[in-house]
Structure formats: structure tokens, C-alpha cells
């Protein structure tokens, strides 16, 4: 009986062991993650005749975004466009995250 509960006592420290390791590198894989914020900075363009902001957005985004609607939703925002019509021209701020 002795020899039972003296691997039982082995056995649990052991999965402690593990678990704990097993607990910090995930801990520290996750954080590591969380370290690396994307850094967005703009960028101001002149619109030229025949652009339009879905063209724009596609040759501006990258895959910060999840779809270039999601880009020109942001464009819009920061540009305070109610519509997608913009002018030759006229200057467009963008969004570019590196």
C-alpha cells in the first residue's frame, strides 16, 4: 500500500509539472502575440480622373483589413464621405497599416 500512494504522490507531482509548463508557454506564446499591434499612418493621394474608391482601395489596402468593403468603410469615415462619389481632383486621405 505504501508503494501505491508513494506513485500516486509521484504521478500528481509529475501532471503539476506538466500542466504548469504547458501553462507558460502558451502563456507566453499568447502574450507575445499581444505585443505586436499593427501600426497604422496615413497617407494623402489626389484622385485622378477615372478613380474610383473600390480601385483606390484595392491598390491601397493589404491584408490589415478583412475586405476591401471594410477598407473603404474606413476610407469614408475618415475622409467624411456620405457617398462613394469623389472628384478628380479632389485629395482622398488613406489608411495604410503596417
Known sequence: MLHNK???IMLM?????????CSLFF????AKGLDEK???SYVT????????LWDISKEHMNEAYYSITDY???????????????????????????
Not at 507531482?13 to 509548463?21: A, K, Q, R, V
Not at 469614408?76 to 479632389?90: F, P, V, W, Y
Request: proline letters at 4%; a negative charge; hydrophobic letters at 40%.
Open 72 to 98: 473603404i468603410t474606413e476610407v469614408k469615415h475618415i475622409n467624411n464621405l456620405n457617398n462613394d462619389t469623389i472628384l478628380a481632383g479632389d485629395s482622398l486621405i488613406l489608411p495604410i497599416v503596417e
Open 38 to 40: 499593427p501600426r497604422k
Open 13 to 21: 507531482g509529475f501532471c503539476f509539472i506538466l500542466l504548469m509548463s
Open 45 to 52: 493621394i489626389t484622385i485622378e480622373s477615372y478613380d474610383t
Open 6 to 8: 508513494k506513485s500516486f
Open 27 to 30: 502563456g507566453f506564446t499568447y
